[in-house]
């Protein structure tokens, strides 16, 4: 029993993911606690945070999934466990929220089994309010609602746990509002801008909030976990270890069968359910593309005498905007057939965009290089009109006829007719979906651009419409 009893505290002092059952065990003794692979992944990107491996993370996942008891509660009594010094704010959409949440903290760094396994994470007396407690070494765990004042505080982790709630998500002053706060006065609260840690974890809402919006600020490591798999993807759960989780297998079965989500999606409507239990927000109206139009392939066909790679990059406004991304797509061209074979999409300066051009269309060997006649894109076809590579193809200069809109409504019947083919698997997958899902309403349309430069390019090319021109510069 001793023996036992000791594995069982080091695993609870080492493993998150064992701690977070534990605290599931406290918190709701009458619940049977259904173990699942999406835990692990959540605890393992969690406890990176721990040790600074990961400085930035997101997570997105469907109501009811353990969040809170994994990010708001498990999280800062196992890092306080560690390190009792551990300076921790936590912020929740409303106060009676966050409140539940310290409550719950404090219960489990009460318990019997708490103490035993961590001696030194000793709540401190002359500090222990509803919201707001300190360890007898000085470390804390601060509650806040989000609005609220955060002045003379400052923390070394920051957990963000539902900033907005799903009724004011439509609301454009009240999703400003929460990213102000954000920028203003949360993130002003890290003891350490470079080296701090900050968690938001969160069902998605709307394509602008909180989730949407820090991701244009700086990069982000992010976990976004949809209630039925829309892709083929590999999961981290720990060192070493990895989930393959395929499309269309669901997140959680035995908690949310496929009956049971059909009924949310019936009572949500499809917005709200693709937004909150898919992550991954489209607008309300406008969409133009259906991801069941497209047709997937395991592996790319044999390249034939008669086929062609093709090429199509969209690049950013300007040589000096880095915060704009540049994209290039690559295709194989079979007959009526378009084979996407891989998504470029980087934010690149200038002299890093002509280096990337260059080894794109060597790496895939690319018959055809079509480039849009504009901003950056423009000193990029002369450039590499003048680059003496050797099996460089020379680049097409291409002025697009109309707006986004009319380019994308004009090939999206190739798409509905079955002739576009998609990986199942691949990294860049789920981002190239959830762009082309909310275009044009979404925040990026650089994927959907080089996808409708590329079939607008091939049919003005099967016309024999196109010519190439020389450049005046």
Avoid at 36 to 41: C, F, G, P, R, V
Avoid at 425 to 444: M, S, T, V
Avoid at 449 to 459: A, T
């Amino acid at each position: 029993m001793t023996s036992n009893r000791h594995l069982l505290d080091l695993s609870l002092r080492h493993d998150l993911t064992t701690f977070t059952h534990r605290t599931f065990q406290s918190l709701s003794p009458r619940q049977p606690y259904l173990h699942n692979w999406h835990i692990e992944a959540i605890a393992w990107h969690l406890q990176q945070c721990t040790t600074g491996a990961i400085k930035r993370l997101l997570i997105a996942l469907p109501p009811r999934s353990l969040k809170s008891i994994c990010a708001s509660v498990a999280l800062p009594a196992w890092a306080l466990g560690r390190d009792p010094t551990k300076r921790i704010i936590c912020a929740s959409y409303s106060e009676n929220l966050a409140t539940k949440h310290a409550l719950d903290c404090r219960m489990i760094m009460g318990s019997a089994w708490y103490r035993r396994t961590f001696p030194h994470a000793i709540i401190s007396s002359h500090k222990n309010t509803e919201l707001n407690f300190l360890t007898t070494y000085q470390g804390f765990r601060y509650s806040t609602s989000v609005g609220g004042t955060l002045t003379g505080r400052g923390g070394n982790l920051i957990i963000v746990d539902d900033p907005i709630k799903p009724e004011d998500a439509l609301s454009d002053a009240k999703r400003s509002s929460v990213n102000e706060w954000f920028d203003r006065t949360l993130y002003s609260r890290l003891d350490d801008k470079r080296n701090d840690v900050i968690i938001v974890i969160m069902q998605r809402l709307h394509i602008d909030d909180l989730f949407g919006y820090v991701q244009e600020k700086e990069p982000w490591v992010y976990l976004r976990l949809p209630a039925i798999a829309e892709t083929e993807e590999q999961i981290p759960l720990g060192p070493n270890e990895i989930y393959t989780r395929q499309r269309g297998e669901l997140l959680h079965e035995k908690r949310e069968p496929r009956e049971l989500l059909d009924k949310i999606k019936l009572r949500l409507g499809s917005f709200n359910f693709s937004a909150q239990y898919q992550q991954a927000p489209i607008p309300l109206e406008g969409e133009i593309i259906r991801w069941e139009w497209f047709r997937f392939y395991d592996e790319l066909p044999t390249r034939g005498s008669n086929d062609r790679i093709v090429q199509s990059w969209d690049t950013a406004s300007k040589a000096e905007e880095i915060n704009d991304f540049s994209v290039c797509t690559t295709w194989l061209v079979q007959g009526k057939d378009y084979y996407l074979i891989d998504v470029l999409r980087e934010r690149l300066t200038y002299p890093d965009l002509r280096r990337r051009s260059i080894d794109q269309a060597h790496s895939f060997r690319a018959d055809n290089l079509v480039i849009e006649d504009k901003g950056t894109g423009t000193a990029l076809i002369y450039d590499l009109r003048h680059e003496t590579s050797e099996g460089l193809p020379y680049p097409i200069a291409f002025l697009p006829e109309s707006d986004k809109v009319t380019r994308m409504h004009s090939q999206s019947a190739k798409i509905e007719a079955g002739h576009v083919y998609l990986p199942h698997r691949a990294r860049w997958l789920d981002e190239f979906r959830i762009d082309l899902l909310q275009f044009p309403n979404g925040k990026h349309d650089d994927q959907v651009d080089s996808m409708s430069q590329f079939l607008n390019w091939l049919e003005q090319r099967n016309r024999n419409r196109w010519s190439v021109e020389p450049l005046e510069i």
